[in-house]
Nanobody, 126 residues
Framework: QPQFVESGGGLVLAGGSLTLSCAVS????????IAWFRQVLGKEDEGVSC????????WYSDSVKGRFTISRDNAKNTVYLQMNSLKPEDTALYYC???????????????????WGQGTQVTVSS
């Protein structure tokens, strides 16, 4: 079973930046579709961004487009989420996920993902 180590969350003022990291072991990311999701208590989980290392496609939710950037370091088997111009509504538990091996394109549909991290909390104060 893959292991995830997520880090980089914290408390930041609105307008600030954070970079989340997700180091994965037990599955190779360089041939996978990977994603960041976020969870707010009482709300449905939201796909934030996803990246395919198969066709290099990317996807961002409208709420983060232009502010967040997903990237990967294959040598470190790690995926990142650079978050700029943070807003209070970005406050959530952020977690990374790896899609089933048959996935090709970047999609943030939850049913695509079979391995999930435990998350890192991001809190944005106004």
């Amino acid at each position: 079973q893959p292991q995830f180590v997520e880090s980089g969350g914290g408390l930041v003022l609105a307008g600030g930046s954070l970079t989340l990291s997700c180091a994965v072991s037990g599955v190779t990311l360089d041939n996978s579709v990977i994603a960041w999701f976020r969870q707010v208590l009482g709300k449905e989980d939201e796909g934030v961004s996803c990246l395919s290392n198969r066709d290099n496609s990317e996807w961002y939710s409208d709420s983060v487009k232009g502010r967040f950037t997903i990237s990967r370091d294959n040598a470190k088997n790690t995926v990142y989420l650079q978050m700029n111009s943070l807003k209070p509504e970005d406050t959530a538990l952020y977690y990374c996920a790896v899609a089933r091996p048959t996935s090709v394109q970047a999609t943030c549909a939850t049913e695509t993902y079979v391995h999930w991290g435990q998350g890192t909390q991001v809190t944005v104060s106004s």
